[in-house]
């Protein structure tokens, strides 16, 4: 009896410090703040805290302190969003886990409240001072113009257009570039 208690207490062991190895934290600086995300690895998406601070920190460490603003609020409470930048005092996260209906979620740092949700088909992407959003057209997908995707998906496809959005003004800016995007 001993003997399997000694192996299960290794195997919470081990089981633990496979844990602390699949955590995965990162540091990102701005405008005299520091974003600090941990990757959650027991279900999908990102925890996050902001912190005030006038140099890097010595360590990239996951814990609260004082002051601090952790979203989401709780680690109770679940999320799907993962970490896309941090510019401008707002922290840029994509919101969603399948290959389209996600969303652009901007955060002002300072105050941890949500400036902006806006739906993108496809995970954003961050140029410069523009996120990269997809939206769907009126164009009807075809084998012309999806030959990547017509023999299995047709049916399930559409044509996206890429669209710009100006991280200081949140105006929505079309781009002429337009691409075939699998729909689940």
């Known amino acids: 009896m001993s003997r399997h208690l000694i192996l299960l207490l290794l195997g919470l062991l081990a089981a633990q410090h496979a844990h602390a190895q699949m ?15 941990k990757t959650r690895w027991d279900e999908t998406g990102s925890d996050f805290i902001i912190r005030k601070t006038a140099s890097p920190l010595p360590r990239c460490v996951f814990t609260q302190q004082p002051g601090d603003i952790r979203i989401p609020e709780s680690e109770k409470i679940g999320n799907d969003w993962y970490y896309i930048g941090f510019q401008q005092g707002k922290l840029l996260l994509d919101a ?26 496809e995970s954003p992407t961050v140029e410069g001072n523009f996120a990269i959003i997809t939206d769907e057209t009126e164009i009807p997908a075809s084998k012309k113009q ?10 399930n496809t559409i044509i996206a257009i890429e669209k710009k959005v100006d991280l200081t003004t949140f105006k929505i800016t079309p781009t002429q570039k337009r691409r075939c995007v699998y729909m689940e």
Do not use: H, W
């Open 146 to 155: 999806c030959p990547e995707v017509a023999a299995k998906y047709l049916p």
């Open 23 to 37: 955590t995965v934290m990162s540091c990102n600086y701005d405008s005299g703040m520091v974003v600090i995300s």
């Open 96 to 121: 969603g886990t399948a290959n389209t209906g996600r969303e652009l979620i901007v955060i002002d740092a300072a105050t941890g409240k949500t400036l902006r949700n806006i739906p993108s088909l």
